[in-house]
Nanobody, 118 residues
Framework: QVQLRESGGGSVQPGGSLRLSCSVFGNTGSGIRLAWFRQAPGKEREGVAAINDWGATNYADSVKGRFIISRDGLQMNRMTPEDTAMYFC??????????????????WGQGTQVTVSS
């Protein structure tokens, strides 16, 4: 059984930075894809960034140039109020492109709240 646990959420002012971490527990074999999704109140869950087993990355247009995904977390810079949401770490075992399609991921964390406000 694979479990994911996010950490690092919190509140930040516009223009500030936060770093989220995703810890993976359980059967951590090779060929893992990791992704971050977010969901704001009243909106659907959307893909933010993904990274595959060999380090290829993919970003939503809304965060390109501001967010950086790595194998252990998500660095968020120059944040805006529109980044306010619950952020979820997701994982899937398999080789392929770093997709932002949520149905491609089998394992999900419980989420961590990120709030950007002055």
């Amino acid at each position: 059984q694979v479990q994911l646990r996010e950490s690092g959420g919190g509140s930040v002012q516009p223009g500030g930075s936060l770093r989220l971490s995703c810890s993976v527990f359980g059967n951590t074999g090779s060929g893992i894809r990791l992704a971050w999704f977010r969901q704001a109140p009243g909106k659907e869950r959307e893909g933010v960034a993904a990274i595959n087993d060999w380090g290829a990355t993919n970003y939503a247009d809304s965060v390109k140039g501001r967010f950086i995904i790595s194998r252990d977390g998500l660095q968020m810079n120059r944040m805006t109020p529109e980044d306010t949401a619950m952020y979820f770490c997701a994982a899937n075992y398999g080789y392929g492109s770093p997709t932002l399609t949520k149905n491609a991921y089998n394992y999900w964390g419980q989420g961590t709240q990120v709030t950007v406000s002055s």
